[in-house]
């Protein structure tokens, strides 16, 4: 009896081992899936990470190739958001002018039909010389009318082209004034950028960056539209008018500029933010050098874009760029650093 009631519990006891044996086998083939770094040495200390290819599909890593990039170089200018009621004003204005000039244009076509008829009439002795001197009087009044309404229209002419400049003041004195709906809608904002007087702007400047934060980062696009005929009384630099469409750049807001210098473009690359990691005030990128290894390069002249970093030395064009887990390469390989316990 007490032989069988052993039995049971030795059955019980060599399960359990053959359980644990087997979960001890799974763990150990757990272990072999799971991603691992492996680093190496350069002779001249520049720390290499190596990934297999699955370990780096794994951690999500991603590889751009660079393509060869042109880039002005950029000076800061500043500017405000300016409000177009002026503009505005000068569009109502035309309107009354037309519509003077147009019935006074009326009248005094009117006029001449009259005083023709009357010179026909008095000529073959049907009416007096004096109704005659009366149309003649009147046919005066209205061409004077007519001369002042063309003296206003001219005024106001002079006037726009002395604050706006050719293109701003075309889109104010016309009868539909559908270049101003934009700006009325909020779809755009005017802005005046002026630029420092020892800076000059490159000959074909079509857009520029903007930016009310002064982050060139988050910059918009802002379109020319002409050069301003005056310029701010707290600089001698030229004035620019600009549109843009960023909707976070209100009418009264000043902003910050990056313009296009007046130079030869440079070559090189553009790389996206997302591929820079930092390790205290110094810039990295990390290059795949081959099919499993990553080096880390510092990058020091770089110049921020709307796309990125441009970057004139440092990276060529070709060059296997990591865009995305940057960060994850620098931190594996600054632990890597730290002397493990079993080394002490």
């Known amino acids: 009896m007490a032989g069988l009631t052993r039995l049971p519990?030795?059955?019980?006891?060599?399960?359990?081992?053959?359980?644990?044996?087997?979960?001890?086998?799974?763990?150990?083939?757990?272990d072999d899936d799971s991603?691992?770094?492996?680093?190496?040495?350069?002779i001249n200390g520049q720390t290499v990470i190596k990934l297999d290819e699955k370990t780096q599909q794994q951690t999500g890593l991603v590889v751009t190739v660079l393509q060869p990039a042109h880039?002005?170089?950029?000076?800061?200018?500043?500017?405000?958001?300016?409000?177009?009621?002026?503009?505005?004003?000068?569009?109502?204005?035309?309107l009354a002018t037309l519509t003077d000039r147009n019935r006074a244009s009326a009248k005094f076509k009117q006029a001449e039909q009259s005083i023709q008829r009357q010179q026909d009439l008095y000529e073959h002795g049907v009416t007096a010389k004096r109704n005659l001197q009366d149309q003649q009087a009147q046919w005066q009044t209205d061409k004077a009318l007519l001369d002042a309404s063309q003296y206003q229209d001219q005024a106001l002419i002079d006037e726009a082209l002395l604050n706006w400049g050719d293109t701003l003041s075309a889109w104010a004195l016309t009868a539909h004034g559908e270049k101003l709906a934009p700006f009325l809608s909020g779809q755009q904002t005017l802005l005046q950028i002026t630029v420092p007087s020892h800076h000059n702007p490159a000959e074909n400047l079509r857009t520029i960056a903007v930016e009310v934060s002064g982050e060139r980062s988050k910059a918009q696009t802002a379109e020319l539209i002409s050069v301003a005929p005056q310029t701010d009384n707290s600089s001698q630099g030229l004035s620019y008018f600009f549109q843009t469409s960023g909707k976070t750049i209100k009418t009264g807001m000043s902003v910050s500029a990056w313009l296009p210098e007046?130079?030869?473009?440079?070559?090189?690359?553009i790389i996206p933010t997302s591929?820079?990691?930092?390790?205290?005030?110094?810039?990295?990128v990390y290059l795949k050098t081959d099919t499993d290894t990553f080096s880390r390069r510092a990058i020091s002249h770089y110049t921020p874009t709307a796309h990125?970093?441009?970057?004139?030395?440092?990276?060529?064009?070709?060059?296997?760029?990591?865009?995305?887990?940057?960060?994850?390469?620098?931190?594996?390989?600054?632990?890597g650093q730290i002397p493990s316990e079993d080394n002490d």
């Open 9 to 30: 519990s030795l059955h019980r006891t060599l399960a359990l081992l053959i359980i644990g044996w087997f979960c001890l086998n799974s763990a150990i083939a757990d």
């Open 35 to 42: 991603p691992t770094l492996s680093k190496t040495q350069h």
């Open 71 to 94: 880039h002005h170089a950029e000076f800061l200018a500043f500017g405000k958001a300016i409000s177009v009621q002026p503009l505005l004003s000068l569009h109502h204005r035309y």
């Open 262 to 269: 007046h130079d030869k473009p440079q070559s090189g690359v």
């Open 275 to 284: 591929a820079v990691c930092w390790a205290g005030d110094q810039a990295y």
């Open 308 to 335: 990125g970093y441009f970057l004139s030395d440092t990276l060529k064009p070709g060059d296997t760029l990591v865009t995305t887990g940057a960060q994850m390469l620098l931190s594996e390989e600054s632990r």
